[in-house]
């Protein structure tokens, strides 16, 4: 939360467009990511996204026509271990 609300103060992008999600259909894995990152970035411009935006790749299978959805979707996640302190 704290990270997110850096960003928005931070963000350099005033006039967010809409951006559709894009999915790979077919493409090269570089390319669709690629891609989807230049429309993450159309909205977000912060030193946060700089620093601590990524991607992950999602692939889901219907189970009944055996279609597939690929995306690459944009997150961010900081793992901090905390120190375990005994109070004596």
């Known amino acids: 939360m ?3 609300g850096l960003h928005e103060d931070l963000n ?3 006039v967010k467009k809409l951006v559709p999600v894009l999915e790979s259909e077919g493409n090269d894995d570089d ?7 230049k ?3 159309k909205r977000n411009q ?12 999602s692939t889901v299978r219907c189970p ?3 279609s597939v959805s690929v ?7 900081i793992s901090l271990p905390i120190p375990e302190v005994k109070i004596i």
């Open 2 to 4: 704290l990270l997110d």
């Open 12 to 14: 350099r992008v005033k």
């Open 31 to 37: 390319i669709a990511s690629r891609e989807s990152w």
């Open 39 to 41: 429309n993450h970035l």
């Open 46 to 57: 912060s030193v946060i996204v700089d620093l601590m935006h990524g991607l992950y790749k």
């Open 64 to 66: 009944d026509c055996d």
């Open 71 to 77: 995306t690459f979707e944009p997150y961010l996640n």
